[in-house]
T-cell receptor, first 113, second 115 residues
Framework: NAGVMQNPRHLVRRRGQEARLRCSPMKGHSHVYWYRQLPEEGLKFMVY????????ESGMPKERFSAEFPKEGPSILRIQQVVRGDSAAYFCASSRYGEETQYFGPGTRLLVL | AQKVTQAQTEISVVEKEDVTLDCVYETRDTTYYLFWYKQPPSGELVFLIR??????QNEISGRYSWNFQKSTSSFNFTITASQVVDSAVYFC????????????FGKGTTLSVSS
């Protein structure tokens, strides 16, 4: 039973480039959440999506960040024109419809040079 | 506003010692969920337990036990006879009492168990 899959596990980008982070939820899970872990800030919620819908993006920075969860394929967190402050671990979690427990993937460590 | 406080930033123990990780939460919701997650050195986040606000029964799973007390808004986690493999960062988290809501995490407690 595969868990939540995230790729890449590590991503290095130069300032100004784009970063694309992918997340495949656990089998049978239709809800996806993205969190960011910054060294001094801890884990913070970014966005919650269901298939083809963004349900709650209250934690997303207003600029440069976007997320999608298409009908087919993984959820994508996209960061345009990355800056050094975007360096962090980005975690994806998934849950079943109607369930409160979120199961996390291994994370993507983004380093912006 | 919802908030989770883990006052212990770091704890160091020797193997076989018992250790308790504290978690205090704030919420105005009458229905809510509390969670513990473990983040070992490899970096992934591992779900340990979920407790809903209507269930104050303590839970034991092997060497792990959890003490939920609504009167003090606490959800403490005890590891009995700690082992080196327990070394990790442990996060307490809170969510409103419905599916699909964000987890509010504490800042975590780093537990180091030495042999």
């Amino acid at each position: 039973n595969a868990g939540v899959m995230q790729n890449p596990r590590h991503l290095v980008r130069r300032r100004g480039q784009e970063a694309r982070l992918r997340c495949s939820p656990m089998k049978g899970h239709s809800h996806v959440y993205w969190y960011r872990q910054l060294p001094e800030e801890g884990l913070k919620f970014m966005v919650y999506l269901q298939k083809e819908n963004i349900i709650d993006e209250s934690g997303m920075p207003k600029e440069r960040f976007s997320a999608e969860f298409p009908k087919e394929g993984p959820s994508i967190l996209r960061i345009q024109q990355v800056v050094r402050g975007d360096s962090a671990a980005y975690f994806c979690a998934s849950s079943r419809y109607g369930e409160e427990t979120q199961y996390f993937g291994p994370g993507t460590r983004l380093l912006v040079l | 506003a919802q908030k989770v406080t883990q006052a212990q930033t770091e704890i160091s123990v020797v193997e076989k010692e018992d250790v308790t990780l504290d978690c205090v939460y704030e919420t105005r919701d009458t229905t809510y969920y509390l969670f513990w997650y473990k983040q070992p050195p490899s970096g992934e986040l591992v779900f340990l337990i979920r407790r809903n606000s209507f269930d104050e029964q303590n839970e034991i799973s092997g060497r792990y036990s959890w003490n939920f007390q609504k009167s003090t808004s606490s959800f403490n986690f005890t590891i009995t006879a700690s082992q080196v493999v327990d070394s990790a960062v442990y996060f307490c988290a809170l969510s409103a009492g419905r599916a699909g809501t964000a987890l509010i995490f504490g800042k975590g407690t780093t537990l180091s168990v030495s042999s």
